[in-house]
């Protein structure tokens, strides 16, 4: 039986990995073989990283919080700390968020967190 180099299914194959390579350097985006190895290792790259994104904005989400506790005169740890005592459900992303939006409601929050905390 004869051996098929150009079916479908090779050409396909080849299509969809240059496709995925579209917008990379030189011979990466052009060369099946150097695509292929660039497009697995982009692959891997976005799967590890969808993954580093998570405490990536977290610490961005807790730096934000932290900024606009200072200006209240409070600092982030003693503010989580009243913020538990009181039993605040409204979680980091909403906090920061609310500093940025609505510095006012985010104050009143402060003050109510304040009023709880007891100084040493």
Known sequence: MPR????????DHRKK???LAK?????????????KDAVAKALMYAYRDRRDKKPTFRALWITRINAACRAEG??????????????MTIDRKVLSDIAIRD??????IVEQV??????A
């Open 103 to 108: 510095p006012a409601a985010f104050k009143a």
């Open 114 to 119: 304040k009023a709880t905390t007891v100084k």
């Open 17 to 19: 990995i240059l496709k």
């Open 4 to 11: 098929a180099v150009d079916g479908t299914r090779r050409k």
């Open 74 to 87: 409070i600092s982030y740890s003693r503010f989580i700390e009243g913020a538990a005592k009181i039993n």
């Open 23 to 35: 917008g990379y350097y030189g011979r990466r985006s052009t060369n099946h073989k150097t695509a």
